[in-house]
């Protein structure tokens, strides 16, 4: 006789007791399965700092970076600066923003200038197809950095030729030879425009500089704050020993100690991924214990005869928590499926942003914590239910009968009983409610999580969307002229060229300064008393035309200036800048989020003044006509007219920065909206199944109404006057729940923003919210409904 | 033909009777996979207007389904049923549920009342699905009812805060709360003890004299002696009708 090893009768009541409701299991499972894909997101920014991290090191990535303006140097001078104490590596580039023709239009690139591909010592800018571009040959090569593409921002693939402007204003023909990047320059450009690394020759060649360099790039051993400024001091005073006629263009760029490029603005949006795992995690607590409570409450019977034929409460518990095993296994299962694969998918999402492909990982951190919250979340939550289902003893267990539990103790239940005027069906529901008062809260808890999301996300999309589009609007100007490259600077006569040219409406000259107010670096922007900008204050005023004149030292600020500094109108704020520290009297407090909210706006005279330059090299041009081919018009008259007057500038086009603007707002507002539907699905998952186990629950019921006269519409209306009585109680505690999403999303921003942003909570995804809460109920109670309503009441009767 | 004056009271009920219920070659087979159980195996069974019949037998011998079939609660795989004139095995079920809210009253073994109605509002709860009257209406008839099986001070009670016997009482007015043509019982008694059962059946006596015809189900051989009618049945077939 052979004797097959078979699972216990215990085991496999554990696992009928999924088979037998296969629904609720399955409903359960789903839930059980989005806990576990945030804990999959909960795990990825560890992994992808990881990853990041990795790339740091391989790239070489700066720790500063000086701006000279231009220096020539040469091997020996490079190895002397590299003597320099406490510099590890160093490495000097030029780049340069020109303009290449992409199609039927020209649009900027930003050339970065490598001295020698072979011997690259920080920011290396490693290739990874085709070959690296040479210098010297026949014509000129580049290679595209993988953000470029990505970004939709075409810059030629590899093998094409693309046509880059000159500083002589000629288009010269450019090779793309492959395709490779540097982690520094790919995050900036893909926030800006399309880069393109070059031999440094190629940038001398286009920009016209006489061989010179304008970044000094450089890592230390000791990267202790004093350190690092006490090398870059070290390493001004070699170069200005060098070449003692240098200037800066900038001030110094640190990176902060240990972090890559982006990974503030990565951190900021990792809030979205607390709230939704978090959100995951609360709905699978509320569904699992509510879960195992109906299964519990309904199987007393069963309990008690376990406990009458020997079966010891410890057994029992341990039954049910094999069921819950069972679920929390095939929820992690499934939730690991699925997070594995958002979490790879956000992975390379946001990889690719900075030029990184982190490829397919499988985290052991993951792992952990997807079994963590899988099994732990389900035996955790069913143990509540257990050890009360599992206390009483076998009489009383015997006397239960099925799930029933009684009405009119509580006020609630005395307040219902008098509310006799309604119809009784709609009675009917509203007590049922109130009887089962556990499983109305989890059903309301489930409503409230997943409209509040909706409620909360929505929310700060559009205090987001509507900040960005009032700044937006708030700049003005249609084109930006700037002088770049070797020659005639622009100046007030190349205005006033400008402002003659058909189509243009006004040319108003700006100034940009690097400024650090304490520790906020920021720029200083030199406006005339009435700017183009359109400036909206909270306090104070705008400065006049007599403090312009008179250069007097007035500012007003932005909103998160003045919010980081607790600075006031009235207030003196001390700035460093270039030309050394300025006092400015505060006369004004913008409220746009120009410039992060944290631009300095200065007498446009004052600026020069203190900056010691005779003219603006910068202007914004507004056109006539709103009309993006019309603007394309003006900028080509414009770059006519100027190239013909031996001018050395760029031009931007304003509307086609905006356009990317919007562009990066919408895949934010996408993967957020993206996320959020994520966790409305989970509510609604949760929802599914609660009402779908009440109606299951209540079919004995159903045949009692039905034996006494009940027709479907009128079980129907028991049911949806329930059905409606919780998702409005849900809906209303969702729109205070919605409100603190959206205030916890919109703090973490205005942290990051250093700003205070008001979260406008309007009236209509509130009504559009209750709309399809109700709806979509109605919807999930529509098959069970039918199928328990259609039962003869004879099977709903023997229903258990 | 007889004269009225020669007639004796109850010959005069039986020449006088319409009958309510009638049964012909009635067939239920539940299927379960692939196991077919035959409860009732051609059932012929007439109940006359005004008579009180116990349906008695061993457990699974098809008594409950011989009730379920009489009310519409089930329907015969095979024959027919006709209630009060009327075809139940070719009524839909929403035709069904509302016949028997107007013209059936049940009363469960384990009472079935709904736990979030006071006693007033279960009774009343057959007259809301039918539309009887006002509301106002409904609640009056309802408060009789409740008197009739001594609960007139126990109306505002939920379930909860009544005894079985009281429950059981409820379940009554509730099964006689649209006047019904028939009632039936299924084990009425079976929850209660002794003297609980007795009273209950006092009240279905009453039911009964008052002109309603009661058709109850029982294991109990000693409450059958209550009833004018017993039919036996074993196995699915009516061995003894009683007549």
Known sequence: MTLVRQPSALTRFSWRQLTRHPVRAA?????????????????APYDFDATMNERVEADRLHDAILFPDGVRLDEDELATLRDTSNVERLDVRATYVTEMVVGDRTQDVWLVGVRDFADQRVNVVAVDSGRAPAAGGAGLEALTDPVNARNSQGAGAVGETVTIRSSRSRFEPVSITGEGGSVYFSENSSEWIPVLYVPVEVVWELAGYPEV???VEFGVEDRGDAALTATTDSLRGQLAGLKPSVQYNALVEVRPDGQWPGEEDFDNFLVVFWVLAGMALFSAIVLVSSTMTTLVREQGREIAIMKAVGGRRRRIVGSYLTTGAFLGSSGTVLGTAIGLTAVNLLFNYFGGLMGVTPGWTVSRFGIGLALAVGMGVTLLASMPALLRGTRGSVREGFDQSGADTSFGDSRVDRLLARADRLPRTTQLGLRAAARRKTRSVAIQLQVALAVGTMLGFAGALITVVEISEQSRSAEGGDISLYTSGRGKPLDYRAAGLVADVDGVDRVQPIVYAQALVGDTDTFAWGLPPDPVYRFELSDGRWFTADENGRTARVAVIGPALARIHGIEVGDTVRAETQAGPIDLEIVGIDTTMVGDGQALFVPIDTILSIERRAEPTWYWVTTTSRDTGDIDRVATSIHDELERTGYAFEADLRYVEREADRREDRTIIALILGLGSLIVLMGMVGLVSSMTTNVVERTREIGIL??????????????????????????????????AIGRIIIKSLSDSFDVAFVLRYPLWPI????????LLALMVLHLPLRRASRLPPSRALRYE | MKLDADLTPATAAAARAERVIALRDVERIYRSGRVEYRALRGVDLDVDEGEMLAITGPSGSGKSTLLNIMTGIDRPSTGSATVGGRRLDEMSEDELAAWRGEHVGIVFQFFQLLPTLTALENTMLPMDFAHRGSVADRAIAAHAKLDLVGLGDRVDHFPGELSGGEQQRVAIARALACDPLLLVADEPTGNLDTETASAMLDVLDAVNRAGTTVVFVTHDPTLTTRAGRTVTIRDGIVVDDGR
């Open chain 1, 27 to 43: 409903l359960t499972i789903v839930v059980l399965a989005f806990a576990v894909v945030g804990a999959w997101l909960f795990a």
């Open chain 1, 767 to 774: 009504v559009l919210a209750l709309v399809v809460t109700l």
């Open chain 1, 213 to 215: 360099f304008t970044q």
């Open chain 1, 706 to 739: 039905r034996s006494i006269g009940a027709r479907s519409r009128d079980i129907r209306r028991v049911f949806r006057a329930e059905a409606v009585a919780l998702v409005l109680l849900g809906w209303s505690t969702g729109i205070v729940v919605g409100y």
